[in-house]
């Protein structure tokens, strides 16, 4: 087994602002596993909200001891594995556990979603997701993504009032809203929440802090439409600590450790009817792809993050009238653009 990775920039084609954060680029690490004669691609996309950068996925990749996963058919025990190397690092797992999978898929000539029995046909609609700006902008933003029937508006700051109102102005597509923590107080939170109700808003992630749980919990009793948990559910772990307090659990890949710990929060949200939605953060088609294997499981995709970068070196999942396309290539479906 061959372990390689390197570091690469994922251009934005526009400046991303969220409530905590703002940015043209985003720097990722691109890992390779060669075994056997074939290559599993795999990525990180590390974010400092869950600390990570690249320099933390590089020292992860370091440790790694490579011959210490001999067959990557064993799923759980090179998962075992790579969580006995540090509980954190989830993003740098989260490569080599796509890698892995991508491996098992072509060793066995088929995609994904199949080995776990997913249709292809069962893939459901992913929003377009539009980041913090000035009205003008926004409606610029909204028109440009006049293919996208789902819209995720990121809300959280000062001026949510001035970014609905001219996303509405220009639209009247299905809308979802992220606050990513922006709101610290629940009477508040559900002025704002019952304020979205009105604009025909389908469902809210995050609105509170991830430490006020109870206060979540309060305004879920309170508000009408779905509340979603993504800074509070980060591994499996955490999906039932929020039972209660939200309907439904945004996984990413780059929180969870990869698409084996995904699989295991997909079932143990459905245990507890939370729904299951799957998000991203700026990601290129390698994670995306793999993240999109599971997507006939989903009630709602969250998957754009290669839709929002212009240099992306891999193509995988396509996007047809917002619905996610899965291809009949082996693991998780990528190829390098101008290449194999
Ligand atoms: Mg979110």
Same mark, same amino acid.
Request: glycine share 6%; charged share 30%; hydrophobic share 40%.
């Given at each position: 087994?061959?372990?390689?990775?390197?570091?690469?920039?994922?251009?934005?084609?526009?400046?991303?602002?969220?409530?905590?954060?703002?940015?043209?680029?985003?720097?990722?690490?691109?890992?390779?596993?060669?075994?056997?004669?074939?290559?599993?691609?795999?990525?990180?996309?590390?974010?400092?909200?869950?600390?990570?950068?690249?320099?933390?996925?590089?020292?992860?990749?370091?440790?790694?001891?490579?011959?210490?996963?001999?067959?990557?058919?064993?799923?759980?025990?090179?998962?075992?594995?790579?969580?006995?190397?540090?509980?954190?690092?989830?993003?740098?797992?989260?490569?080599i556990d796509i890698a892995l999978h991508d491996w098992v898929g072509k060793a066995l000539g088929i995609p994904l979603y199949k080995m776990w029995g997913l249709?292809?046909?069962?893939?459901?609609?992913?929003?377009?997701?539009?980041?913090?700006?000035?009205? @003008?902008?926004?409606?610029?933003?909204?028109?440009? %993504?006049?293919?996208? /029937? +789902? =819209?995720?508006?990121?809300?959280?700051?000062? &001026?949510?009032?001035?970014?609905?109102?001219?996303?509405?102005?220009?639209?009247?597509k299905v809308l979802r809203v992220d606050a990513n923590e922006g709101w610290t107080i629940r009477?508040?939170?559900?002025?704002?929440?019952?304020?979205?109700?009105?604009?025909?808003?389908?469902?809210?992630?995050?609105?509170?802090?991830?430490?006020?749980?109870?206060?979540?919990?309060?305004?879920?009793?309170?508000?009408?439409?779905?509340?979603?948990?993504?800074?509070?559910?980060?591994?499996?772990?955490?999906?039932?600590?929020?039972?209660?307090?939200?309907?439904?659990?945004?996984?990413?890949?780059?929180?969870?450790?990869?698409?084996?710990?995904?699989?295991?929060?997909?079932?143990?949200?459905?245990?507890?009817?939370?729904?299951?939605?799957?998000?991203?953060?700026? @990601?290129?088609?390698?994670?995306?792809?793999?993240? %999109?294997?599971?997507? /006939? +499981? =989903?009630?709602?995709?969250?998957?754009?993050? &290669?839709?929002?970068?212009?240099?992306?070196?891999?193509?995988?999942?396509?996007?047809?009238?917002?619905?996610?396309?899965?291809?009949?290539?082996?693991?998780?479906?990528?190829?390098?653009?101008?290449?194999?």
């Open positions: 087994m061959k372990l390689r990775y390197h570091t690469y920039d994922l251009q934005l084609q526009h400046t991303f602002t969220i409530a905590r954060e703002s940015s043209d680029v985003s720097t990722v690490v691109f890992v390779e596993l060669e075994h056997d004669g074939i290559t599993g691609y795999g990525e990180a996309a590390p974010s400092e909200r869950y600390g990570e950068t690249p320099d933390t996925v590089i020292d992860f990749l370091k440790k790694v001891e490579i011959e210490k996963i001999d067959d990557p058919f064993l799923i759980e025990r090179n998962a075992g594995y790579l969580e006995s190397l540090s509980s954190k690092d989830y993003s740098a797992r989260t490569a249709s292809p046909d069962d893939t459901p609609k992913t929003t377009f997701t539009i980041g913090i700006d000035t009205p @003008e902008k926004i409606k610029e933003k909204v028109r440009e %993504a006049e293919q996208y /029937p +789902l =819209l995720k508006i990121k809300l959280g700051g000062e &001026n949510d009032e001035e970014i609905l109102d001219a996303v509405r102005s220009v639209t009247d009477e508040i939170a559900l002025e704002k929440i019952v304020w979205l109700q009105r604009n025909e808003v389908e469902f809210v992630e995050q609105p509170m802090p991830a430490d006020m749980v109870l206060e979540t919990a309060w305004l879920r009793e309170r508000a009408s439409i779905p509340v979603i948990a993504d800074e509070n559910v980060v591994t499996l772990y955490d999906v039932p600590r929020v039972r209660g307090a939200f309907d439904g659990i945004n996984i990413k890949l780059m929180k969870c450790g990869g698409l084996n710990a995904a699989l295991k929060m997909i079932y143990t949200a459905k245990s507890m009817k939370m729904s299951i939605m799957m998000g991203c953060m700026v @990601e290129s088609s390698v994670a995306i792809s793999a993240a %999109a294997q599971l997507s /006939p +499981l =989903l009630d709602y995709a969250d998957l754009d993050g &290669n839709l929002l970068i212009t240099n992306d070196p891999f193509e995988g999942v396509m996007v047809e009238n917002g619905r996610l396309i899965l291809s009949d290539k082996p693991g998780i479906g990528v190829t390098k653009k101008g290449g194999t």
